[in-house]
């Protein structure tokens, strides 16, 4: 059983910034592709961003593209989502998830991941 746990998230002003983790176990975490997802109050679930089974390709939502940096350490079992210049919109529980495909390159689509995280609460106050 795969099991993905996120930690890092919290209260923010505006501007500022915070770094979410996400440790895999239960699979072999280097072979498969990692995502992010958020769910804003009131809101569908939404891709974030999405790394690749060995780092070497990121790809974010439009919104995100210059604030979040998706990385990974696959020697830790471990991807980060750094988020830089937050924005009250960006208040929301984030999401890590594990990608269907062995050595693939991440997907824009849920249903292309099939392992969850518990969430963790991001805010961003104004």
């Known amino acids: 059983q795969v099991q993905l746990v996120e930690s890092g998230g919290g209260l923010v002003q505006t501007g500022g910034s915070l770094r979410l983790s996400c440790v895999a176990s239960?699979?072999?975490?280097?072979?498969?592709?990692m995502g992010w997802f958020r769910r804003a109050p009131g809101k569908e679930r939404e891709f974030v961003g999405a790394?690749?089974?060995?780092?070497?390709?990121?790809f974010y939502a439009d919104s995100m593209k210059g604030r979040f940096t998706i990385s990974r350490d696959n020697a830790k079992n471990t991807e980060f989502l750094q988020m830089n210049s937050l924005k009250p919109e960006d208040t929301a529980v984030y999401y890590c998830?594990?990608?269907?495909?062995?050595?693939?390159?991440?997907?824009?689509?849920?249903?292309?991941?099939?392992?969850w995280g518990q969430g963790t609460q991001v805010t961003v106050s104004s």
């Open positions: 239960g699979r072999t975490f280097s072979t498969y592709p």
């Open positions: 998830a594990a990608g269907t495909l062995k050595y693939g390159m991440g997907s824009r689509r849920q249903d292309d991941y099939d392992y």
């Open positions: 790394i690749s089974w060995d780092g070497t390709r990121q």
